[in-house]
């Protein structure tokens, strides 16, 4: 059985564009990112975001991961960016300043920072995490050297860390109770990491566990279909996101919430929490970042060898 789950995972991460990525699949060299730095050289970590309008959550998730990893690199400076124009725009109209990737990097690289870590914090390899390497992959020839740590669910072991981590966090479940996590969604194929994640919460013992999304699959009928089997009567909902933020208020709290109740749940707790709350989640993310401060990839490493040959 054992064998089998590895068989699905390995073919799922496949799927989802995930093993390009993946720590133990290979494509990466060991080379450690400091030890590359010569005297007059600057270093810096870029957390990237896409951001909350919701004072309280930013708190407990975006900053306090911000902190943590300055916790964990005591002395590399710690920036931050936002990603999503919209929040960045409402932010600002509060006289609250969030700049983008683009211009932090330029900021960067005008005050002479020459060694660029950088992280974000999505949940897949989707959309948003395309769009951050591809930009980053833009600033390749402005800094000696640049990074990009991996989004939370890439190889295996993050789905199952992951499951590990959220059942903790909710503790003993009681008698036909069950617990729903909602993700965003996507229609980018990387949304196939939703079904692999609900998949990873059965394999790993956790029952009782539906993974559904606002936008893709699964779908609300899909959890409705898995709690109805596996005999759940009592269900705790909460956001499956780095922030509790609108969609958890109106799309979880409020329509997801009494669709379930229609559909003859009993809601007993909705807990508003983000991914980003979960310590043990913070820690994941925190990894990946140490993963590529000690290796890069085999692409990179190439591409730079190359380059110092043709200076020779």
């Not at 990893?69 to 609250?96: C, H, P, Q, W």
């Amino acid at each position: 059985m054992r064998t089998i789950t590895k068989l699905f995972l390995s073919s799922m991460l496949l799927v989802n564009g995930a093993v390009a990525l993946a720590h133990s699949d290979g494509g990466f060299v060991d080379k450690d990112f400091f030890d590359g730095m010569k005297k007059d050289d600057k270093a810096a970590i870029l957390m990237v975001h896409f951001g909350t309008t919701f004072d309280d959550t930013r708190a407990l998730t975006i900053d306090r991961i911000n902190d943590k990893v300055k916790k964990e690199f005591k002395n590399v400076d710690v920036k931050e960016a936002y990603t999503s124009r919209i929040i960045m725009r409402r932010l600002k109209d509060r006289g609250i300043i969030k700049l983008n990737p683009q211009e932090v990097l330029d900021q960067l690289k005008a005050e002479g920072y020459t060694h660029i870590l950088v992280q974000g914090t999505n949940v897949m390899n989707g959309v948003e995490s395309e769009n951050l390497n591809k930009e980053i992959a833009s600033y390749s020839d402005s800094f000696k050297d640049i990074r990009v740590g991996a989004p939370l669910l890439t190889d295996s072991h993050d789905y199952e860390n992951v499951a590990k981590a959220i059942a903790k966090k909710i503790g003993p479940l009681k008698k036909d109770q069950g617990v729903v996590l909602v993700g965003h969604g996507t229609h980018h194929f990387g949304g196939s990491a939703y079904a692999m994640m609900d998949y990873v919460f059965s394999a790993e013992g956790y029952e009782n566990y539906a993974v559904g999304t606002v936008e893709g699959y699964p779908e609300f009928d899909n959890v409705v279909k898995k709690l109805k089997d596996r005999g759940v009567k009592d269900v705790i909902l909460m956001p499956f996101m780095f922030v509790a933020g609108d969609h958890a208020r109106n799309d979880i709290a409020g329509d997801w919430n009494e669709d379930l109740q229609k559909a003859g749940f009993t809601v007993s707790k909705v807990m508003l929490m983000g991914l980003g709350q979960n310590e043990d989640i913070q820690n994941i993310y925190v990894d990946h970042l140490k993963f590529v401060s000690h290796h890069e990839k085999e692409d990179m490493a190439a591409k730079k060898v190359q380059y110092s040959n043709d200076k020779d």
